[in-house]
């Protein structure tokens, strides 16, 4: 008689705590509360560890628990594999569709024997970003790559000259190359700049908030510099995935 009571008590329990389970939309409604007027609120789900919710704002992550009475803002780390999950999850947000950027408005350059260039990228840039011009030294080392480099004139009027002064060049490439790797301006030059206008209207819908920002064939995103070797891996890696 007793195991039946017991027995009784625990599927009410267990009927109680499921029905009384918060869901997403309950937890994202209790975000939006103790958000107020801030941010809009994209999108929550369960993160799938540590019994938190994964609460997306502004293309950034943070996380909540299902009362969203406290907000934690920072990266979770798998110990064991030492993977980033939170990085994870960004990258994977911020993938877009390569075949959609308006290649037609970037600078191209070909490397490789015979002028192949197989591996293809997408760079979003400023002729005054200091680690723009890093890349482009390390960009010099690669082979058998196609580069597009959107001209993205985000951190002074001086950038925005530059830009313009580089988009009205005869030879945009050249052009680009002088200034990034040697440091020499190009002259100040008139033509159409309709299309810088929209490349920087390309790089705010897809969230490209600093320089450079690069792109892979498979619209894998990433953000800031990195050296020859590190893009050498991520385009790798990238190209293995099925």
């Not at 007793?2 to 109680?16: E, M, T």
């Not at 994964?54 to 992550?61: A, L, M, S, T, Y």
């Not at 959609?100 to 015979?114: H, R, S, W, Y």
């Not at 001209?151 to 313009?164: G, T």
């Amino acid at each position: 008689m007793i195991k039946k009571l017991l027995a009784a008590a625990c599927a009410a329990a267990l009927a109680a705590s499921a029905f009384a389970q918060a869901t997403d939309a309950d937890v994202k409604k209790k975000v939006e509360a103790a958000l107020g007027e801030g941010p809009k609120v994209e999108s929550v789900r369960k993160a799938g560890m540590l019994g938190l919710y994964e609460v997306v704002v502004g293309g950034e992550i943070l996380y909540t628990d299902d009362k969203a009475t406290h907000f934690v803002l920072g990266h979770i780390i798998d110990p064991k594999t030492r993977r980033d999950l939170t990085q994870e999850r960004l990258n994977k947000m911020s993938a877009i569709k390569f075949s959609e950027l308006p290649l037609d408005l970037a600078i191209k350059q070909v490397k490789g024997n015979g002028g192949n260039g197989k591996r293809t990228i997408a760079t979003f840039e400023d002729p005054n970003c200091t680690y723009c011009k890093k890349l482009a030294k390390e960009l010099q080392g690669l082979t058998d790559i196609t580069i597009y480099t959107f001209v993205y004139p985000i951190l002074s009027q001086d950038s925005h000259d530059k830009s313009k002064a580089i988009w009205c060049a005869p030879d945009r490439a050249k052009a680009w190359n002088d200034y990034m790797l040697n440091g020499s301006a190009p002259a100040a030059g008139k033509c159409d700049t309709a299309g810088l206008n929209k490349v920087m209207e390309t790089a705010q819908k897809l969230r490209v908030r600093g320089t450079p920002a690069i792109f892979l064939a498979d619209g894998t995103r990433l953000p800031g510099f990195l050296e020859k070797a590190q893009l050498e891996q991520a385009m790798a890696q990238a190209a293995a995935k099925p």
